[in-house]
């Protein structure tokens, strides 16, 4: 999708002066553990962190997020970004035919889906709860589009559904909130976890942070115990080099703090299949495919221009997701296979340049 950003890692292959075996294949799929001990099962290492629904109609928007989906890519999104109304839910909702009774809802599955749970809770319903993956607590503010933090007037429409004639904010951006309202202490943000997890009894509970200021961030989520971490490190001024240190650095913090099974999800922005096997074998657990996805939200724009009926366009989504995502995600699972996570970063990976050695722990090739 996008030039390699960490060229200067490479994958290493196994030893060719030690005896002879052949290489097994690892599996994609893995469990987040509960600290409850519910374990959350995620078939890939790849999820779409921050789609911008609110640039398609929501019928489309949710045509897209079902067939990004059905690719076993966990999809961020609440109910009201896909849907016009309250009472019919997108079809990331709906629970995935297999053949049993239609009241058979214990045996039922859904497409993998994170909830976002932000600071102000813009836009959220306690149904967003049901059947998620994971519940993304959000403890830092995300800039929008035009730079602020804060929501635009139309973002806010589709949220909250004001009146036309009595619009949120008088029609204007509103601010984004800095951190939760309820949660002041460490003691607070560890028991709202728990109240998550008794709300969403299926759904592992995460917790996002910004790379800047990255122990201090660290301490104040982990202080919360939560079942993950996401590691936004999309901004544009981190550079490939600064992605991979902060990832290593983020990996050898939970190891320090005894938290070395905790599961790391990392946003880096523009990425390639290569650098996201490269990113795993530094410590990341999944990978953020947004800069993947971005290009379907042009593509689907265009046909809308042009297209007879919103219904060609509904018609085209799947096969065009799966066209467009399908070659890049296979390799990705190719290449994980390789990887042995329980072996140090400079079995993994080598370099031959010593800034990326020093900054990742990756082993001097020359």
């Known amino acids: 999708m996008s030039a390699d950003r960490f060229a200067g890692l490479h994958l290493l292959p196994p030893k060719s002066n030690e005896v002879w075996t052949t290489s097994r294949l690892s599996s994609s799929r893995t469990n987040i553990r509960r600290v409850d001990d519910v374990a959350v099962d995620i078939t890939r290492p790849l999820f779409w962190y921050e789609p911008p629904w609110i640039d398609l109609p929501p019928i489309i928007a949710s045509r897209l997020a079902a067939s990004v989906a059905n690719l076993e890519i966990v999809v961020s999104a609440l109910r009201r970004d896909l849907s016009e109304t309250d009472g019919e839910p997108g079809e990331l909702f709906w629970p995935i035919e297999n053949g049993e009774e239609p009241d058979s809802t214990d045996r039922q599955s859904f497409l993998p889906r994170i909830a976002p ?14 059947h998620a993956k994971l519940i993304d607590v959000r403890l830092a503010p995300a800039r929008d589009p035009s730079g602020r933090f804060a929501y ?45 997890r008794r709300l969403a009894p299926t759904s592992a ?6 790379a800047y200021r990255l122990e201090e961030q660290l301490a104040a989520a982990t202080a919360a115990v939560p079942d ?28 320090r703090n005894n938290l070395s099974e905790l599961p790391l999800w990392v946003v880096p922005g523009e990425i390639s299949a290569d650098d996201i096997a490269k990113l795993i074998a530094l410590g990341a657990s999944a990978v953020a495919i947004d800069s993947w996805c971005a290009p379907l939200l042009d593509v689907l724009q265009e046909e809308l221009q042009h297209a007879h009926s919103i219904d060609q366009v509904l018609r085209e989504i799947p096969s065009l997701v799966s066209e467009h995502l399908w070659n890049d995600i296979d390799r990705v699972v190719g290449l ?8 140090p970063t400079n079995e993994k990976l080598g370099t031959f340049h010593q800034k990326w050695a020093k900054a990742c722990s990756a082993a001097m090739l020359a």
């Open 117 to 130: 749970y932000r600071a102000e809770r813009y836009g959220f319903t306690t149904d967003d709860f049901d």
């Open 152 to 196: 635009s007037p139309r973002q806010m429409q589709r949220w909250e559904r004001s009146e036309s004639d009595s619009p949120i904010s008088g029609g204007g951006y509103v601010a984004a909130s800095t951190f939760p309202a309820d949660i002041i202490t460490a003691e607070q943000a560890k028991n709202k976890l728990q109240q998550l």
């Open 205 to 210: 509970v995460f917790v996002s942070v910004n």
């Open 228 to 255: 993950g971490l996401f590691l936004r490190c999309d901004h544009p001024e981190f550079e490939g080099l600064q992605i991979a240190a902060i990832v290593a650095s983020t990996r050898k913090f939970l190891r």
């Open 336 to 343: 994980c296979s390789s990887i042995e996570l329980e072996k």
